[in-house]
């Protein structure tokens, strides 16, 4: 079955610590994208990748940081200068054929500070 | 102001009853998205609109591009239907960004 798998599903972590969420897919999508959610709010984009070995800062991207060595795998770290990285965390991939433009998510990884 | 605002933001209905969940939006878009997210958390895409109108088994999604406003109806509506709502807009960049809502509750009682 093609798709996205996000790992773990929830993660606790003490203030101060990193810790790095896992996001792969086999949709063989080029494009690649981490969202926050957080209560009442609309999902909000940290980093994206269009590619391998490339990717940009989304629109809240202080305290994170990603990687794109592989076209499968985009995992974000949550870095201790993050100052309220309690949230909901969705990843995301892209098709773009023809008409449609549409993304995919992940199941979610809810990440607690503790 | 947010760019795309979703109303109600909560919506409780009994089952059967016919569902209406607006978006509107103040950005030039390229296409609106509807998408649907469970209480795990898992978000499907449910259709993306650039004009007219779409249906899909008991949904249908409408958007009036001069009025910049979406509408996501459900038909019969069943306890299966409660989620999340999302509206989210899409254009302006080449990088695929999405714009979103900040969701409607939707509740359904048998």
């Known amino acids: 079955d093609g798709g996205i798998t996000q790992s773990p599903k929830y993660l606790f972590r003490k203030e101060g610590q990193n810790v790095t969420l896992s996001c792969e897919q086999n949709?063989?999508?080029?494009?690649m994208y981490w969202y926050r959610q957080d209560p009442g709010q609309g999902l909000r984009l940290i980093y994206y990748?269009?590619?391998?070995?490339?990717?940009q800062k989304g629109d809240i991207a202080e305290g994170y940081s990603v990687s794109r060595e592989k076209k499968e795998s985009f995992p974000l770290t949550v870095t201790s200068a993050q100052k309220n990285p309690t949230a909901f965390y969705l990843c995301?991939?892209?098709?773009?054929?023809?008409?449609?433009?549409?993304?995919?998510f992940g199941p979610g990884t809810r990440l607690t500070v503790l | 102001k947010n760019e795309v605002e979703q109303s109600p933001q909560n919506l409780t209905a009994q089952e059967g009853e016919f569902i209406t969940i607006n978006c509107s939006y103040s950005?030039?878009?390229?296409?609106l998205h509807w998408l649907q997210q469970h209480p795990g958390g898992g978000i499907v895409s449910l259709f993306m609109?650039?004009?007219g109108k779409k249906k899909h088994g008991r949904l249908i999604a409408t958007i009036n591009i001069q009025e910049k406003h979406s509408s996501l109806h459900i038909t019969a509506s069943h306890p299966r239907d409660s989620a999340v709502y999302i509206c989210?807009?899409?254009?302006?960049?080449?990088?695929?960004?999405?714009?979103f809502g900040q969701g409607t509750i939707l509740t359904v009682h048998p």
């Open positions: 949709l063989n999508h080029d494009a």
């Open positions: 609109l650039s004009s």
């Open positions: 990748s269009q590619i391998v070995n490339d990717f």
């Open positions: 989210a807009v899409s254009g302006g960049t080449s990088y695929g960004k999405l714009t």
């Open positions: 995301a991939s892209r098709l773009l054929a023809g008409d449609l433009d549409e993304q995919f």
């Open positions: 950005v030039g878009i390229s296409a």
